[in-house]
């Protein structure tokens, strides 16, 4: 178990350009969730997958973000025509099955700084 | 929908000291709660989290927290700080079953 794992940790772009982060779930784990942190503020769910099936969509997540999750393994997270108020930390967990008891296991972020 | 309110964005106590950081929480349903600890520029990291077994939980490095469903509390406390427990703390609830719900996080500093 190598946790859940997150690339690039730091990601600094221009405005208007297009930035993809990836995170890598523990192996056994089917459900995958993205969050989105700023400054001062608890993280917030913008999506979550089941295995490869995207069962939830935050209003956060404007159509300039997407979300994809191929064979139902490792996860992507695209932003495009990225603005400034997209600087934040995106934090990226994911558990077995949907009971509680089981927890959700977050990786290390990526934190993306739009200049 | 569910909810949670930390009061105190920042809370400062002396080393050895009595933590103690306020979580309520607004639940329609008996709730799911947790608490996670988050390190500068790090991501987060489970304490602990009641799932409506025993009302006191205990979780790592010595922390743990009460479920008061009369108070809609689920309040963290460590009777010792340790100038390794500053850090940013946030309570969280499961909404619909799937997602977890933050509150905003209290920033822990221990003075020496």
């Known amino acids: 178990d190598t946790g859940v794992s997150q690339d690039p940790r730091h990601k600094i772009t221009k405005r208007g350009q297009n930035v993809t982060f990836r995170c890598d779930p523990i192996?056994?784990?089917?459900?995958l969730y993205w969050y989105r942190q700023t400054l001062g503020q608890g993280p917030e769910f913008l999506t979550y997958f089941q295995n490869e099936a995207q069962l939830e969509k935050s209003r956060l997540l404007s159509d300039r973000f997407s979300a994809e999750r191929p064979k139902g393994s490792f996860s992507t997270l695209e932003i495009q025509r990225t603005e400034q108020g997209d600087s934040a930390m995106y934090l990226c967990a994911s558990s077995y099955g949907q009971s509680p008891n089981y927890g959700y296991t977050f990786g290390s972020g990526t934190r993306l700084t739009v200049v | 929908a569910q909810s949670v309110t930390q009061l105190g964005s920042h809370v400062s106590v002396s080393e050895g000291a009595l933590v103690l950081l306020r979580c309520n929480y607004s639940s329609s349903v008996p709730p799911y709660l947790f608490w996670y600890v988050q390190y500068p520029n790090q991501g987060l990291q489970l304490l602990l989290k009641?799932?409506?077994?025993?009302?006191l939980v205990k979780g790592i490095n010595g922390f743990e927290a009460e479920f008061k469903k009369s108070e809609t509390s689920f309040h963290l406390t460590k009777p010792s700080a340790h100038m390794s427990d500053a850090a940013e703390y946030f309570c969280?609830?499961?909404?619909?079953?799937?997602?977890?719900?933050f509150g905003a996080g209290t920033i822990l500093r221990v003075k020496s």
């Open positions: 009641y799932t409506s077994a025993a009302t």
């Open positions: 192996s056994e784990h089917n459900r």
């Open positions: 969280a609830v499961i909404e619909g079953g799937n997602k977890l719900v």
